[in-house]
């Protein structure tokens, strides 16, 4: 069966005005988050810590905070059989169970992926801190194991497993930390190219800081790739890229450069259902014709729901804003608690989207004035205050007045707003 993924890559690039849009379902969170990747069991109502009812997604024991693996497939099979996304990310275990096992894409238009490296900035483990120091190279899969299951594929026939995999790059701004990145990155499309495995590349901001202005992370990053994929001829390069949206002139700067270059935009983490949208519709405005999203799906309280928003929105049928009420309206049909009422679930508060912070660091701040008079920002978790830094009279933080206390407060904000 034609695959979606590419009959749209190709309509992209003989017509660049149109509209076909790629929409991913990062469903691959078990290469970082453990037990928590399936995401956070949602409840209809409650009437008691032992009478909850769980939402239509959900069937078995509320004693746990997190859906387990069976469950997990399942959604997967859900959305998979729904048929509004183009690609499913997966990892190489869940691969093997749902694309080789059972055959479920065989017959989909969706195309099954697997995540074909985890570098250490995913390593997202709970009371770890391998996120906070610089992201170094690492493979779990091997191409072999993502496409049939086994250290060695037989190659006179198809695949029975996924014949695409995302590849991550993180660019720290150190010339040895960086220069490894980019030869472990050469061996994997070599390798690719040889066993006719093709690939996406994920390229995150720096993990750390990389004593680039958050302002200017944008253009640390489009230079870089471009840089980076100069030296790679057609054979070797991404289906397209997968990048931190950094705003309108950044996003059309990279899309505009190299017209048979796809950008694509990943998701990041938790926020409003507005911010979600709101991301996706201003993405594909300004040059994006993909999107990844993982957390922002699988935190939602009705996946199917908030899928079929992000493809109306990016086929132009609805708004953004439209997409919100209209999502709270099937929550009510279903009967299900939405985390959020519609009102705060309208609010916009993801930086990223509206332009006036770090575009890099994606965190959430509130505006006051400090004791000597300086504008200060507050970051916030879960209702509580936790740090302040000085910033400047656009939002960005002011890292020249910051000292040693107020970096660390920032970064480490930062990275909870990122990794939740």
Sequence with gaps: MQKSLDLKLAEIKKNRSSRAFVIADAKDADMAFGVRAPGPRQYISAKGPHSAQFSPEVWTREEYGHRNLPEFLDIIRDVTRQGLVDIMLMSASVNEQLSIKEGLFKNSMMTPAARANDTTDVWVIRHGRYVR????????????????????????????????????????????QDRLTLQTFKEFREEAERKKFRYFL????????????????????????????????????????KIVYH?????????????????????????TTYDAFKLIHDAQKHGARVALFGRKIN???????????????TDGQISPEEAVRAYHGVLQSLKIQPKLSLEK??????????????????????????????????????????STWPVLPDGSPDFSSMDSSQRLAYHSNRLNRRYG
């Design 247 to 271: 705003g309108p002139r950044l996003m059309e700067e990279l899309a505009q450069y190299d017209p048979n270059l796809v950008v694509g935009i990943l998701g990041g983490g938790a926020g």
């Design 133 to 176: 120091e610089p992201a170094q190279t690492f493979r779990s899969a091997s191409i072999d194991h993502i496409q049939c299951g086994k250290l060695e594929c037989d190659r006179n026939g198809e695949f029975p497993g996924a014949n695409l995999g995302l590849y991550s790059v993180t660019f720290v701004n150190d010339l040895k």
């Design 345 to 386: 679930d309208m609010e916009l508060t993801d930086q990223a989207v509206s332009y006036g912070g770090s575009g890099g660091g994606r965190t959430s701040v509130s505006m006051a004035r400090g004791t000597k008079g300086r504008n200060v920002a507050t970051g916030a978790k879960q209702g509580k205050t936790s």
């Design 299 to 313: 935190n939602a309280e009705h996946q199917l729901a908030f899928i079929e928003m992000l493809r109306r929105i």
């Design 202 to 241: 994920e390229v995150f901001d720096p993990n750390v800081d990389s004593g680039v202005p958050p302002e200017k992370l944008g253009e640390f990053i489009n230079d870089h790739i471009i840089r980076s994929l100069a030296g790679v001829t057609e054979a070797g390069r991404p289906l397209f890229l």
